[in-house]
């Protein structure tokens, strides 16, 4: 089945403790990306990867790394995790890169992060 | 920036009635526009896609139309039933960037 796997489904943690979201997918996708939803902001981009080992910021990456080793994989890592981090993530991909062609996004379940 | 208007008041409807929702753009006009699904807890799920040329696409029960003189998306659930209560997102894209935009949602109750 064609998906996008995120894990930990949930995560609470303390800050200043490092933890790592990882995402995957099956699809083959060029282009990955993670977002964070709030409440009233709908959600907004961390960072996105066009393709292995090319990765850019988004709109709001601070405090955040991602890095793209692999084409499948796609990992959110928080050195140092602060409480206006927590959040609802979600890792998504397309097929190629937005602009050239109309691609959809498919979306992992998401990952409920808690910073205490 | 570009700013992405959606109902941000929850919208509830009779069963078998039509829901319509909007999204409202300022600023520049998007290549395409996106709508997607959200369930409570999940990620989002895409429905249907629109180009700057197209003025109206239908799957099913939805329709979508799009309006770049008003700078305004609609979304249409005809024959609505309580499995269509969710959050609805709208995307704008364009073709100079490598991403999409969203808004915030619109979350919509159906009601038997």
């Known amino acids: 089945e064609a998906q996008v796997t995120q894990n930990p489904r949930y995560l609470i943690t303390v800050t200043g403790k490092k933890l790592t979201v990882t995402c995957s997918q099956n699809?083959?996708?060029?282009?990955m990306s993670w977002y964070r939803q709030d409440p009233g902001l709908g959600l907004r981009q961390i960072y996105y990867?066009?393709?292995?080992?090319?990765?850019d910021k988004g709109d709001v990456p601070e405090g955040y790394k991602v890095s793209r080793k692999e084409k499948r994989n796609f990992p959110l890592i928080l050195e140092s995790p602060s409480p206006n981090q927590t959040s609802l993530y979600f890792c998504?991909?397309?097929?190629?890169?937005?602009?050239?062609?109309?691609?959809?996004?498919?979306f992992g379940s998401g990952t409920q992060l808690s910073v205490l | 920036s570009q700013k992405i208007e959606q109902n941000s008041e929850a919208l509830n409807i009779q069963e078998g009635k039509t829901a319509t929702l909007t999204c409202n753009y300022t600023n520049y006009s998007p290549a395409y526009l996106q709508w997607y699904r959200q369930d409570p807890g999940r990620g989002p799920v895409f429905l249907l896609l629109?180009?700057?040329?197209?003025k109206e696409k239908r799957k099913e029960r939805l329709k979508v139309t799009f309006d770049t003189t008003l700078k305004q998306s609609l979304f249409h659930i005809t024959a609505s039933q309580p499995a269509d209560s969710a959050t609805y997102l709208c995307?704008?894209?364009?073709?100079?960037?490598?991403?999409?935009?969203f808004g915030s949602g619109t979350r919509l109750s159906i009601r038997p």
């Open positions: 995307a704008l894209g364009y073709s100079s960037a490598s991403k999409i935009i």
């Open positions: 699809m083959n996708h060029e282009y």
């Open positions: 998504a991909s397309s097929l190629s890169g937005f602009g050239r062609t109309n691609e959809k996004l498919f």
């Open positions: 629109i180009r700057e040329n197209e």
């Open positions: 990867s066009m393709n292995v080992e090319v990765t």
